[in-house]
């Protein structure tokens, strides 16, 4: 079965550094990964989607990498704010919009 | 972008009582909608998928007589949960795909606040 892992559960950094969050998964070959963000007590909210024949994708402070090779994706916030707290999820589409999704990485950026 | 909500947004409940969960979308169509349970500490996890006009398609696991779907409308999908017990007790959160009638990518999926229920 579809198995993906994000590489913690918690990261902890200081405010103007660069978080990394990495996204492994296994049995699979995806055509598109997706990152959500996460606060308690809220449903997710869409981040940004990379396809498979895409190698980068920004969105203002956010960066996302996918390569198929190595199964991965990395999804970097530079020059990170308290404000980027939350627990970041990375979901694979399955088929038909049915997603499923890692563990999540809570992020803590602290002033 | 596009905006899912729920209702209610949290409920408590006696043991053995049902209880009805809405999802909407509000500004675009959505003939496919979405379930997710997610426990403390846990990450959602797909129950089932609501189809307009046709049956709901459930994962594997999922009891379809314990988790009522009904998708009535293209704006509109609810989850009951019949005779809940205290192991219900999760967040339940609902998904939309927009069809690209509200704009944003195809893939993009809208999901909605969730809804905390408490079965006692």
């Known amino acids: 079965s579809q198995k993906i892992e994000q590489n913690s559960e918690a990261l902890n950094i200081q405010e103007g550094k660069t978080a990394t969050l990495t996204c492994n998964y296994t049995?699979?070959?995806?055509?598109?990964l997706q990152w959500y963000r996460q606060d308690p007590g809220r449903g997710p909210v869409f981040l940004l989607l990379?396809?498979?024949?895409?190698k980068e994708k920004r969105k203002e402070r956010l960066k996302v990498t996918f390569d198929t090779t190595l199964k991965q994706s990395l999804f970097h916030i530079t020059a990170s704010q308290p404000a980027d707290s939350a627990t970041y999820l990375c979901?694979?589409?399955?088929?038909?919009?049915?997603?499923?999704f890692g563990q999540g990485t809570e992020l803590s950026v602290k002033p | 972008g596009a905006v899912v909500s729920q209702h209610p947004s949290w409920v408590i409940c006696k043991s053995g009582t049902s209880v009805k969960i809405e999802c909407r979308s509000l500004?675009?169509?959505?003939?496919?909608m979405f379930w997710y349970r997610q426990f403390p500490k846990q990450s959602l996890m797909l129950m089932a998928t609501?189809?307009?006009?046709?049956?709901?398609?459930?994962e594997q696991g999922v009891e379809k007589d314990k988790f009522l779907i009904n998708h009535a409308s293209l704006t509109l999908s609810t989850l009951t949960v019949t005779s809940a017990h205290p192991e219900d007790s999760s967040f339940y959160i609902c998904?939309?795909?927009?069809?690209?009638?509200?704009?944003?990518?195809?893939?993009?999926?809208?999901f909605g606040p969730g809804t905390r229920l408490t079965v006692l």
């Open positions: 998904s939309a795909r927009d069809q690209g009638l509200a704009g944003g990518t195809y893939n993009e999926q809208f």
């Open positions: 049995n699979y070959s995806p055509a598109y």
């Open positions: 990379i396809r498979e024949n895409e």
């Open positions: 979901a694979l589409d399955i088929g038909g919009g049915k997603l499923i």
């Open positions: 500004d675009f169509q959505a003939t496919t």
């Open positions: 609501s189809n307009e006009g046709s049956k709901a398609t459930y």
